[in-house]
């Protein structure tokens, strides 16, 4: 069973930082695509970054490209979002979830193992 923990979340002022790592059990790690997902309050859940099983394919939101970026340790069986320039827009919980298939698309129905989410709070 593949299981998928978020972590890192917090609550910030805009214009900083923040890295959440999505640590990945069971299964075979490098075979495995994962993507980050984020939902605020009264909102349907936004596709916010991608990468695929070998790392070199990552996808992007619109609204985060040039902010974010999405990387990958298959050493620790880790995907880490990078998050900067955050904006109070930017806050959401925020899920990692593992697609199997390996390719890390930008829809929700591809992605069979769902963390339990980590809270972003960003302040003015």
């Known amino acids: 069973q593949v299981q998928a923990v978020e972590s890192g979340g917090g609550a910030v002022q805009a214009g900083d930082s923040l890295r959440l790592p999505c640590v990945v059990s069971?299964?075979?790690?490098?075979?495995?695509?994962v993507g980050w997902f984020r939902q605020a309050p009264g909102k349907e859940r936004e596709f916010v970054a991608a990468i695929n099983w070998e790392g070199r394919l990552t996808r992007y939101g619109d609204s985060v490209k040039g902010r974010f970026s999405i990387s990958r340790d298959n050493a620790k069986k880790t995907v880490y979002l990078q998050m900067n320039r955050l904006k109070p827009e930017d806050t959401a919980i925020y899920s990692c979830?593992?697609?199997?298939?390996?390719?890390?698309?930008?829809?929700?129905?591809?992605?069979?193992?769902w963390g339990q989410g980590t809270q972003v709070t960003v302040s003015p």
């Open positions: 069971g299964g075979t790690f490098s075979r495995l695509a």
């Open positions: 979830a593992v697609d199997s298939a390996g390719y890390g698309s930008m829809w929700l129905y591809e992605y069979d193992y």
